[in-house]
């Protein structure tokens, strides 16, 4: 990939800079204070991995705007895609006026997505509309109204995507009443409960029976690797428990694949490392390169359970986010960024698991390809350590590099780096990052 910016950090007034600042006060004037944002400075500029402020400071991106531009902030081919597909029509509608590109893009996730059988897939606006409809299509499907998920689950802002979400700071608190027949239960965490996948599966399963009853349940939702609940990688056969579960009871398994998936992991879909086949796949964020999309692909039988016109909506599946979705799906594959998210997790890896003997603050490092985290604590009985996190992320960002931090507990920093990081930047941000956890330890 060609980028328009040289793509390392380089600081040069303070942070935020004195045009940041004035913009911060007409925010202040403006903006609603609901809104918030982890960088002080304002963006004017964004390129592969770096964003420019209007102060002319550059910051190595390792959010990617929470796991959207995966293939790398205005990635040319993306960008060309958004061009030419703007300038034919910027808004179609598939309800009214049905489209090609809207086939073109369903017909590719099917065949990217996990399962052997028939698939279809249905286009939305976002992350959270995705899970939205993968319920509707659920309860339709099995007649049932029972949703099952998980401690540390993040599935969105509606009303009831915030039902099914686990923790209520910022995103629940005083946003009740919540959407009912929501039933919450165990996820395998293993630095913490250390229990087997079989085990964890074991105790959740348990826990629905009792409390639920399967017969009651229409689908359980899960992401494959938990993303604001702290980058959590389920126990080995903890997934494969479920699924067995769910098809023994007739339960709809859906893989919450919003932020996982798309190459993130090292494969196309989270869910292909325990080798399971969830019968719908939400996908968003990463999808469409930037632009608003998200998707449900599934099993075609299900996905057809709905009457013609159940689902849908004004914006989904703009012909516009399609085609960025079809050339950011090109991109991955020409430019080998699956292998790309690989290498950045043994980079990482090698730079970030000596810590864990090294410092008593590390307790953890963990994820898949380029979806990592580590998290903090004190002691020894792990106990979460966020103050220590704000300190790190700070100190990190005041010499150019962005870091989230995530976790039920905030005591979480996630690394979501796009995949067309050079190693050289990547190695250079590691190494800020090293420097200033070692510093506040």
Known sequence: ?????????????????????????????????????????????????????????????????????????????????????????????????????????????????????????????????ALENAVKIARKYTGRNAIVVFDHAFHGRTNLTMAMTAKNLPYKDGFGPFANEIYRVPLSYPYRDELSGEAAAARTISAIEKQVGAHNVAAIVIEPLVGEGGFLVPADGFLEGLVKFANDNGIVFVADEVQAGMARTGKWFCS????????????????????????????????????????????????????????????????????????????????????????????????????????????ADKTPNPEVVGKIVKQALGEGVLFLTCGTYGNVIRLLPPLVMPEKTLRDGLDVLVAAIRANA
């Open 1 to 129: 990939m060609e980028f328009r910016l040289e793509q390392q950090r380089k600081i040069v007034t303070e942070i935020p800079g004195p045009k940041s600042q004035e913009l911060a006060k007409e925010r202040t004037k403006y903006v609603s204070a609901s809104i918030g944002s982890a960088l002080p400075s304002y963006i004017e500029d964004a390129d592969g991995v770096v964003l420019r402020d209007v102060d002319g400071n550059q910051f190595i991106d390792f959010g990617s705007g929470i796991g959207v531009s995966t293939v790398g902030n205005a990635n040319p081919k993306v960008v060309k895609a958004v061009q030419d597909a703007a300038a034919n029509a910027l808004h179609l509608q598939v309800n009214t006026a049905p489209y090609g590109n809207y086939v073109e893009l369903c017909k590719r996730l099917t065949e990217l997505t996990p399962g052997s059988f028939e698939k279809k897939a249905a286009l939305f606006n976002s992350g959270a509309e």
């Open 272 to 379: 292909e490392w325990s080798g399971i086949e969830p019968d719908l796949v939400t996908s968003a964020k990463g999808l469409a390169g930037g632009m608003p999309l998200s998707a449900v692909i599934g099993r075609a039988e299900i996905m057809d359970a709905p009457q013609p016109g159940g689902i849908g909506g004004t914006y989904s599946g703009n012909p516009v986010a399609n085609a960025s979705a079809l050339a950011t799906i090109e991109a991955y594959e020409e430019q080998g960024l699956l292998d790309a998210a690989l290498k950045i997790e043994e980079v990482a890896k090698s730079v970030l698991e000596p810590l864990v003997d090294e410092l008593d603050i590390v307790g953890e490092v963990r994820g898949r390809g380029a979806m990592l985290a580590i998290e903090f604590v004190t002691g």
